[in-house]
C-alpha cells in the first residue's frame, strides 16, 4: 500500500534549482524528485495566504506581536470628593459621576490622609477640593 501524494505535479525549477508545486506553489531543494515529493508531502497541497510562513509539522512556533505607534486615547469624566471612614481612619474618596474612563470602572480611587486628621478636616478639604477639581484626566503611558 503506497503512501497518499498530495504534491502531484512537482516540476524542476532549472533557474532556481529547486523543485516545485504547480499546484500551490512550494518548492524543496531536494536533488531528486522523489525526496522532494517526502517533504512536500508533509504539508497540504493548497494556496497559501500572502506573506504568511508556515513552520515545518512538529514544529514548535511562538506568535510575536508586532508593536503598533497608537495615539493614546485621553479619557475624562467629571468627579467629585466624599469624605469617609475606613477602620476609623478618614479617607477621600474619589466618584465618578459617569462611568466614561474604562481604565476606572473596576476600580475604587481613595486618598489616604496624615494620621491625627479628624473627619471634620477632612470634610473641610472635600468641600475645597470640590470646589477648585470638576473632572479627572486618565491617558496611558
Known amino acids: 500500500m503506497g503512501r497518499q501524494i498530495k ?25 531528486s524528485v522523489q525526496d522532494a515529493q517526502k517533504e512536500l508531502d508533509q504539508y497540504e497541497c493548497s494556496l497559501q495566504s500572502v506573506g504568511v510562513a508556515r513552520p515545518a509539522p512538529g514544529t514548535e512556533t511562538t506568535r510575536l506581536r ?15 470628593f466624599v469624605a469617609k471612614t475606613d477602620d476609623s481612619k478618614p479617607v477621600i474618596q474619589l466618584d465618578l ?5 474604562s481604565g476606572l470602572r473596576s476600580l475604587s480611587v481613595g486618598f489616604e490622609l496624615l494620621s491625627g486628621t479628624t473627619l471634620d478636616q477632612a470634610r473641610a478639604l472635600v ?9 479627572v484626566i486618565v491617558t496611558p503611558k
Open 7 to 31: 504534491h502531484e505535479n512537482l516540476r524542476w525549477n532549472v533557474a532556481t534549482g529547486e523543485w516545485f508545486c504547480t499546484k500551490c506553489g512550494r518548492t524543496s531543494d531536494h536533488v
Open 66 to 80: 508586532k508593536a503598533y505607534k497608537m495615539a493614546l486615547k485621553t479619557e475624562r469624566s467629571g468627579i467629585r
Open 97 to 101: 459621576f459617569h462611568d466614561t474612563v
Open 127 to 135: 468641600d475645597a477640593m470640590n470646589e477648585r477639581i470638576v473632572g
